[in-house]
């Protein structure tokens, strides 16, 4: 089991399991914000970032004491980073870590880590126990030890263990890549609105799904619910008076709490509880990832920022389509030469600030009108004339 799950007012509450390792005994975060995130980061940066754990953990002296506090803090912190970029890393990130870390113990039975996780991927876990075979073969895993007694053992741990790490770590990311492609074409067909789709709602539209793709990865999968407290009451409070203060003091709630056993597990209940709850999915219209809006409705841009980016997409999509409109329109160049002209009188003391203020409101308002319709610049032009005439008037008239 790698935790469980409950949602309230459109938030999703996520507790780790017992053997956790790290300072976070879970998460919480807005329901759908993280399942589309999942889609959306940059796989090279957690990959990456997996190689810098495996290096850490291979070169940190005794990795495997019990004591070692500064080890554990310092893994820690790789693994809120994670955790922050998005959730459903974190049980990829504690297989990886767990399978260096137990293997001088357990030895092959720690590649359970990684097949409990990597559910798209176990046709590549083979892969690791080939390399497992092989090299007991040529230099017998006997001879691999937490305590080298010499450099050339040593030099031996640390290739062992290091190709040890990396295919895990290409196992995992292989995965996480195949759920990321699913959950997109899942969306895809959700927020559809072809024609054949159009009178279906999403929950309909799961259900044509796992019929269309003669499987039952929504609509039967059974996942196992209790009723339990929402906070853990600690196991020294034995009376209860302090049972009752201790419920005062956290307000605890009872809860339906469901167990998660695979990322399948936590993808499947996220996704229905998000359509289920009417919640906008979108399709950022700069960046293409999907998104959930947190505020306006008709947003049509994300508030990432992606590789290569320095600005969010709701900046630069926003100012991308406000130049598009301008560049080579010429309802709005000739709205800009005229305003030009205006806004020239008032920085001149030619022209009353309030009647430039009226003027600019009612050209905008003009613009508005026919800035999608190019073909009519002469009739936009001769109206905007004549506009600009009235007030050309009323300033002459003040300096009689």
Known sequence: MLGNV?????????????DNIGKRTGMIYQLGYHLTNFTWFDIQNISDTYTAIINFILVTPKPYANDNSAFYDMLSDYIDRLDNYCPYLHFYTQALIKLLLDYPKIKSKAIDYIKEIATDSSDKI?????????????VGLESISSSPKTPFQAQQMYGFYLKLGNLAKDILI????????????????????KEGLKDLNPKQRVLLL????????????????KFLPDKIIPPDIKSEERLKQFILEKAIDIVEMYQIDNIDDLIRFELLNLISSDILIKECQYCGYFFVPKGRTDTKYCDRINVGEEKPCNEIGAMKVYKSDKIGNPI????????????????????????????????????AWYIDAPDKKDEFSEKLNKLGVIYDKKTAMRKK
């Open 6 to 18: 409950y949602i309230k007012e459109k938030e999703i509450y996520l507790y780790y399991d017992d």
């Open 126 to 138: 083979n892969n690791i126990y080939k390399f497992l075979f092989n090299y007991d073969e040529t």
């Open 210 to 225: 796992d019929f269309k793709k003669d499987r039952k990865y929504y609509t039967a999968n059974e996942l196992h619910s």
């Open 174 to 193: 292989g995965d996480i890549n195949i759920k990321r492609d699913r959950i997109v074409n899942e969306l895809q067909y959700i927020t559809d609105e």
């Open 332 to 367: 709005n160049e000739l709205y800009q030469a005229s305003y030009n002209r205006f806004y020239s009188r008032v920085r001149t003391n030619k022209m009353k600030k309030n009647d430039f203020r009226i003027w600019s409101e009612k050209a905008s308002a003009l613009k």
